[in-house]
Nanobody, 115 residues
Framework: QVQLVESGGGLVQPGGSLRLSCAVS????????MGWYRQAPGKLREMVSI???????NYAASVKGRFTISRDNAKNTAYLQMNSLKPEDTAVYYC?????????WGQGTQVTVSS
């Protein structure tokens, strides 16, 4: 059984930082592209960042320069370091693992940026 478990979310003040983790079991993430997405209330889920299996990375324009995606294949875990957080970053953050047509999702972790 494949499981992706996000953690690290919470309440943070504007300008603060959080580090999200996505711990994966049941597959070896080394052959998967790992991605982070977010969904704010009333909005569609949007891509935040992707770390491909070929080590290429991609970021949404809204987070470029503030967020950093990484992965530790030995720990089977992906991370999202979020700095200079803004209220508009408030959302549920999800990680996914993709290999071809196979996609697995985590259950999400809430990030709230508010003073």
């Amino acid at each position: 059984q494949v499981q992706l478990v996000e953690s690290g979310g919470g309440l943070v003040q504007p300008g603060g930082s959080l580090r999200l983790s996505c711990a994966v079991s049941g597959i070896a993430i080394s052959t998967y592209s790992m991605g982070w997405y977010r969904q704010a209330p009333g909005k569609l889920r949007e891509m935040v960042s992707i770390f491909a299996s070929n080590n290429n990375t991609n970021y949404a324009a809204s987070v470029k320069g503030r967020f950093t995606i990484s992965r530790d294949n030995a720990k089977n875990t992906a991370y999202l370091q979020m700095n200079s957080l803004k209220p508009e970053d408030t959302a549920v953050y999800y990680c996914d693992a993709v290999n071809g047509h196979t996609v697995y999702w985590g259950q999400g972790t809430q990030v709230t940026v508010s003073s």
